[in-house]
């Protein structure tokens, strides 16, 4: 059973640019959240995703945008790259919101973004 | 604005000792709160959930105890090994009608010394 994948692994991008990252939820879960975690600082809440919906959104702008597909795989677009955006960026799944009783998100390995 | 605060950013212990590490946070109680390990280029790893109407859980050598009055969790790694050396994570977790909101705090960075 695969776990949560993420691709690609490293990206390196100019500021300006546009960036697409993607994630492929653990079996059987269908809701997806995206995280950035800088340097040396906990992951921060970007959006979740469920039933192809946004569904809860952090402080990020509007730069930030995400799909749910209907297999319940993911991506996050990151416009007008700023050499700020530079980052680990986390995808995690979990089972339907409190349905299930489990709480727990299961994190993929990331992608790190460098912007320069 | 919701605060987290880890104790400091690392913490140093001998092995078999007890690791306590410390999360606090600001305003309003979580429905939960959860604990993540998260290893130099990995991404976070779930350990445990505490719900707030809980005051303590245990799984193995892990405890984590939850105090909505002093707005504190407390960590514990009991017989300490080598291989727990990482970096810990507490999460807030206020649920909502058809989603979660999650915060971190920015971890502790615990190293475990043979």
């Known amino acids: 059973d695969a776990g949560v994948t993420q691709s690609p692994t490293h990206l390196i991008k100019t500021r300006g640019q546009q960036v697409t990252l993607r994630c492929s939820p653990k079996?059987?879960?269908?809701?997806v959240s995206w995280y950035q975690q800088a340097l040396g600082q906990g992951p921060q809440f970007i959006f979740q995703y469920y039933e192809e919906e946004e569904r809860q959104r952090g402080n990020f702008p509007d730069r930030f945008s995400g799909h749910q597909f209907p297999n319940y795989s993911s991506e996050l677009n990151v416009n007008a790259l700023l050499l700020g955006d530079s980052a680990l960026y986390l995808c995690?799944?979990?089972?339907?919101?409190?349905?299930?009783?489990?709480?727990?998100?299961?994190f993929g390995p990331g992608t790190r973004l460098t912007v320069t | 604005s919701q605060k987290i605060e880890q104790n400091s950013e690392a913490l140093n212990i001998q092995e078999g000792k007890t690791a306590t590490l410390t999360c606090n946070y600001t305003n309003y109680s979580p429905a939960y709160l959860q604990w993540y390990r998260q290893d130099p280029g990995r991404g976070p790893v779930f350990l445990l959930l505490i719900r707030e109407n809980e005051k303590e859980k245990r799984k193995e050598r892990l405890k984590v105890t939850f105090d909505t009055t002093l707005k504190q969790s407390l960590f514990h790694i009991t017989a300490s090994q080598p291989a727990d050396s990482a970096t810990y994570l507490c999460?807030?977790?206020?649920?909502?009608?058809?989603?979660?909101?999650?915060?971190f705090g920015s971890g502790t960075r615990l190293s475990i010394r043979p």
């Open positions: 995690a799944s979990s089972p339907t919101p409190r349905a299930s009783g489990n709480y727990e998100q299961y």
């Open positions: 079996s059987g879960h269908d809701t």
């Open positions: 999460a807030l977790d206020f649920p909502l009608s058809s989603a979660s909101k999650i915060i």
